[in-house]
């Protein structure tokens, strides 16, 4: 008897809805904004006259200055360059220049040179790399003149008030630096009108005098000694009661005498003889 064949079925699987995820990086991009103004390394060449004046005291009618054979390093590619002015190129720089070179001189007349802002090749040549710029030429330059008037006109005001605001016995040291002995015969009045004018002429020297402690003590020791109350040896090397010949100090060697007296009076032992000699001039 035959037997039946076993039909063993498969189970179905349905992929109708499976669909593949295929998976893809998203990138996000964040942008930033930001603020402010960008700040070019290498500032822009102004476009405007200039005037270049040689420098010193002597003005010569006409002077000639080196237009070829000169060079420049170069700090961005590490060694020098060579230069020429040219009318006929559009670089002061040999190794940029193209065709044939047509050189041209630069002549200073009466010590000034005039260069056009149409010539912006020479002005660079000028003011950015000729090797004697700042040397034997410098540029005018408006703006820097004005700052460096302004700065002096402030010192010059500061130091005129506080010679105006100077008590007598400071005006009285601080012109003694100038004048010396000659101090002792002027009057009040004299003594302020030359005060204000040294102010005016010398403002910076002024207010460092005014500001220096030492100048009064000087003053103070000095006008000590032209009274006899104390009294500098023959040989400058000691001070003295002018009593009694007693020794009050010594002078340091190669010191002047009375910057180092001012600064004696600074020590314990000075304070009492600067007392001593303050109570006799009152």
Request: aromatic share 8%.
């Amino acid at each position: 008897m035959a037997k039946a064949k076993k039909t063993v079925t498969a189970p179905k699987v349905s992929v109708e809805n499976e669909i593949p995820v295929v998976e893809t990086q998203v990138k996000e991009f964040i942008e930033v904004q930001t603020t402010g103004t960008m700040v070019d390394a290498k500032p822009k060449w102004e476009l405007k006259d200039r005037v270049y004046y040689l420098k010193g005291d002597k003005k010569p009618l006409s002077r000639m200055i080196k237009s070829a054979n000169i060079y420049h390093f170069d700090a961005d590619m590490g060694y020098e360059r060579e230069l020429m002015y040219c009318q006929n190129q559009m670089t002061p720089f040999v190794d940029e220049m193209k065709g044939d070179q047509r050189l041209e001189h630069i002549v200073f007349n009466s010590g000034t040179l005039f260069v056009p802002k149409e010539k912006t090749v020479l002005q660079k040549l000028l003011s950015l790399y000729h090797p004697h710029k700042d040397q034997l030429f410098y540029e005018h330059k408006p703006v820097e003149v004005a700052a460096d008037q302004l700065d002096w006109l402030d010192l010059e005001v500061d130091a005129l008030i506080a010679a105006r605001d100077l008590d007598i016995d400071m005006a009285e040291a601080v012109m003694r630096v100038e004048l010396g002995s000659e101090v002792s015969k002027m009057s009040s009045k004299e003594l302020k009108r030359d005060l204000l004018l040294y102010a005016k002429r010398n403002p910076a020297l002024f207010l460092e005098l005014v500001n220096d402690d030492n100048v009064q003590l000087r003053n103070f020791g000095i006008k000590a000694t032209e009274l006899n109350i104390i009294k500098l040896s023959s040989d400058q090397r000691h001070f003295m009661w002018g009593s009694n010949d007693r020794k009050l100090m010594t002078v340091p060697f190669d010191e002047h005498p009375y910057s180092a007296l001012a600064q004696w009076f600074k020590t314990d032992e000075g304070m009492d003889v600067y007392t001593n000699i303050e109570k006799r001039l009152s």
